[in-house]
C-alpha cells in the first residue's frame, strides 16, 4: 500500500536558527494530529540539514535535501554529495525540482545521475515532474510529463524504483496564485499511475506515492487529497509556517 506524504520544501528561506525553531514547531503540531498514517517529511536548506536532524523525532518527521550533486566527491566547489546529505541523518532528497530545471539548466541526463547518487546513498527520493503554462496551452502537458519520466527514471529496476515519490508540479501554479483544478490535479496524477504501469506493472504503480506540487495549502489541501490519485503534496510556502502545515497534514491525514 503505497504512503500518504506531505512534503514540506523551504526552498531558500529561513536563516539556521530561524529553520531549528520552525521544525520544532511542526514536530510538535505534527505530533499531536492523530497523522500515524502520513509520512510527514521537511525539505530544508543544506546548512540546516545535521541540526534539525537532531531536533525532530524521526518516528513525526523526516528530513529532505533540497538538491545533490551529481558526482560521489571532488574538486566541485560549492557542491553537497549525497553521503554528504545522508551523512546528516536525512533520509530525502527532492531532485528535479521545476526551478532546478528552469534556473540551473538541470536536464535528464544530469538527473539521471543525481537519483543514481541519492539511491547509491539509501537516500529516498521525491523526484519533480511538471509542464510549463505555454506547453499545458499547447496540449503538450502529458508529453512533457512523459518524457521526463522516461528519460528521468526510466534507467532504475523496479527496486529501485521503489525508492521514488513523483511530485507533479505544474510549474505555472507554483508562486503564481493559481492551482490547477482538482480534476486537472487528478487527470495528471492518473496519467502518471498508468505511465509507471506501462513500465513498470500495475502493482508497482499502485505502489508509487505520487504528490501534488502546485501551490497547495491549508484552504485547497482537502478538495485535492480526495482525489484517488492524489496521495499527498509537496508543499512550498505554507510549510514555512507550522499551522499552516500541520492542517494541510490533517488534510491528509483525514482522506
Aim: glycine share 8%; aromatic share 6%.
Amino acid at each position: 500500500m503505497r504512503k500518504k506524504i506531505v512534503a514540506g520544501n523551504w526552498k531558500m528561506n529561513k536563516t539556521l536558527q530561524e529553520g531549528i525553531e520552525l521544525a520544532k514547531e511542526v514536530n510538535a503540531k505534527v505530533k499531536g494530529l492523530n497523522a500515524s498514517q502520513v509520512k510527514v517529511i521537511i525539505g530544508t536548506p543544506f546548512i540546516h540539514l545535521a541540526e534539525v536532524t537532531k531536533q525532530v523525532d524521526p518516528a513525526v518527521v523526516s528530513v529532505a535535501a533540497q538538491n545533490c550533486a551529481t558526482e560521489v566527491s571532488g574538486a566541485f566547489t560549492g557542491e553537497i554529495s549525497a553521503a554528504m546529505v545522508a551523512s546528516t541523518g536525512s533520509q530525502y532528497v527532492i531532485l528535479g525540482h521545476s526551478e532546478r530545471r528552469s534556473y540551473y539548466g538541470e536536464t535528464d541526463e544530469i538527473l539521471v545521475k543525481k537519483v543514481a547518487r541519492a539511491l547509491e546513498n539509501k537516500l529516498e527520493v521525491i523526484f519533480c515532474v511538471g509542464e510549463v503554462l505555454a506547453e499545458r496551452e499547447a496540449e503538450k502537458h502529458f508529453d512533457v510529463v512523459k518524457s521526463q519520466l522516461v528519460n528521468g527514471l526510466f534507467n532504475l529496476s523496479a527496486d529501485e524504483f521503489s525508492h521514488i515519490v513523483i511530485a507533479y508540479e505544474p510549474v505555472w501554479a507554483i508562486g503564481t496564485g493559481k492551482t490547477a483544478t482538482s480534476a486537472q490535479a487528478q487527470e495528471m496524477h492518473a496519467f502518471i499511475r498508468k505511465v509507471v504501469a506501462e513500465k513498470y506493472g500495475k502493482e508497482v504503480a499502485d505502489n508509487t506515492s505520487i504528490l501534488y506540487g502546485g501551490s497547495c495549502n491549508a484552504k485547497n489541501a482537502d478538495e485535492l487529497f480526495a482525489n484517488e490519485d492524489v496521495d499527498g503534496g509537496l508543499i512550498g510556502g505554507a510549510s514555512l509556517k507550522a499551522e499552516d502545515f500541520s492542517i494541510i497534514v490533517a488534510a491528509r491525514a483525514k482522506h
